[in-house]
């Protein structure tokens, strides 16, 4: 993909106008080219480790470029392990001018995640590692932040690593049984090896779950849904803080589906408002009905409205029989009426009344729950259910299999999870996840 050979340099920072723009460079060439480009203010200061140095940038005949201050990484203390420089420069056509004057002096331009790639080829960090730094940067939620940063600081290197050890420990098992078989009960080992893949099994069902890797990446999904004229709009509205849905007396006056983000205890939410759900003659009504319906079934989380100062009619009676475990019941107008609706928060979208409640709710029914260990995204969860595959199969099978058929299943899932960590990975596969990086990184 890259030629690590070269020196490379990039804008580490959003392009456009700002405060401050930082340029990198890293190479075998970087401290040469540091010293061509950055004019220290002070006669004979010279770069050393982690410390910023003031002065210019300057071009090929010494005029200057900009006022900078500039710092060094020597090797490998650095973030790719190559010597590493960093000229922080005004935001703007700045920082253009300085790349420019970089690539001038030797430096070839930077692809997509070539920084962060050459972290990983130089061992700074794992595949996974590699991959939170992106989701890091991608980030939408407080929630996908913490994540991120937990896997990027510890994270699932740590529990896929021991995995992967524990597994070469069973191989190595399975090898010394059959060097020395008058010595070590086959029995005895094949009962030690199925104990011990059952539990790497729990280990790797835990931190491989793809409904948090949906949830950090691109939020959750909170439909609003009910029969026409219980408040949805204005829930809509109460939720959001802010006025996003037209609210009439009128029953049926939203037709469409209504969509907004908002931020429920740091994880993104898209929130949802719904036409009313009934039985209509209107062709245009019956339309919006249908899309509420869809949303409905594709949600993660279901707010079913019911109206507490009214009774039960057929069409909350249709929806409630659709109630599972995504669905929480909401009871409104409770600032007209108290009529008890078993198993319901009560709520005035009118007055925030309840509101915070109902909050905390669609928390608990959206939060995949923090663990330092959960994989990121969903080549690792992939990767680590094919692992999960063969561990299963050799556990079902082990009352009748050879030793050595166990260390095949024992050999792939090692393999397998090999590719979440950068052990066993493709040059293909490298690619595909470098290439979502920006410049810079």
């Known amino acids: 993909m890259f030629d690590d050979k070269d020196t490379i ?51 090929k005949d010494g005029r200057e470029i900009d006022e900078v201050m500039a710092v060094c990484f020597f090797a490998p203390k650095s973030y790719t392990r190559e010597d590493v420089g960093e000229i922080h420069t005004h935001g703007g056509i700045s920082a253009q001018l300085v790349l420019e004057r970089l690539i001038d002096l030797g430096a070839r331009p930077a692809e997509r995640g070539e920084f962060t790639y050459r972290a990983f080829l130089n061992g700074r960090i794992s595949l996974d590692k590699a991959e939170a730094v992106m989701s890091l940067i991608s980030a939408k939620s407080r929630a996908a932040q913490r994540s991120s940063l937990r896997n990027l600081t510890s994270g699932s290197s740590s529990l896929i690593g021991r995995a992967r050890s524990r597994l070469m ?3 190595t098992l399975i090898d010394a049984a059959a060097d020395f078989p008058e010595e070590i009960d086959e029995d005895v080992t094949r009962d030690r090896i199925v104990s011990e893949a059952k539990q790497i099994l729990a280990d790797i069902k835990r931190c491989a779950d793809p409904r948090y890797v949906k949830i950090m990446e691109k939020g959750a999904s909170v439909v609003i849904a009910g029969k026409p004229n219980v408040g949805k709009s204005s829930l809509m509205n109460a939720l959001l803080s802010f006025e996003r849905s037209i609210v009439t007396d009128i029953a049926g006056t939203t037709r469409d589906t209504i969509n907004e983000s908002a931020s429920i205890r740091g994880i993104s939410v898209t929130l949802t408002d719904t036409a009313g759900i009934r039985e209509t003659g209107d062709a245009i009504e019956k339309m919006g009905v249908t899309r509420a319906e869809k949303c409905v079934d594709e949600a993660d989380c279901v707010l079913l409205v019911l109206d ?21 019941l909401v009871a ?18 009118l007055t925030g009344e309840g509101i915070s409640e109902l909050t905390d709710a669609i928390y608990r029914k959206i939060s995949p729950g923090e663990d330092d260990e959960k994989l990121l995204t969903l080549r690792q969860t992939e990767a680590a259910r094919r692992a999960q595959a063969c561990l299963e199969r050799m556990i079902a099978l082990s009352s009748e299999t050879e030793l050595d058929l ?36």
Do not use: W
Not at 333 to 346: C, F, H, Q, V
Not at 423 to 441: L, S
């Open 9 to 59: 340099a990039a804008v580490a920072t959003s392009r456009g106008e700002g405060g401050i723009a930082i340029v990198r460079v890293s190479g075998d060439r970087a401290l040469e080219i540091m010293n061509a480009a950055f004019k220290p203010r002070v006669k004979g200061a010279a770069f050393s480790h982690g410390k910023m140095l003031y002065g210019s940038a300057v071009s």
């Open 169 to 171: 420990e069973l191989v």
């Open 308 to 328: 507490s100062s009214g009774e039960i009619e057929k069409e909350d009676e249709k929806l409630l029989s659709k109630m599972d475990d995504r669905f929480i």
């Open 332 to 349: 409104n107008k409770d600032d007209i009426s108290k009529n008890e609706i078993e198993g319901a928060i009560r709520i005035s979208a």
């Open 406 to 441: 166990m260390r095949e299943d024992l050999t792939d899932a090692l393999n397998i999870l090999g590719e979440i960590t950068g052990e066993n990975i493709t040059e293909q596969v490298i690619d595909g996840i470098f290439e979502r990086f920006c410049v810079g990184k």
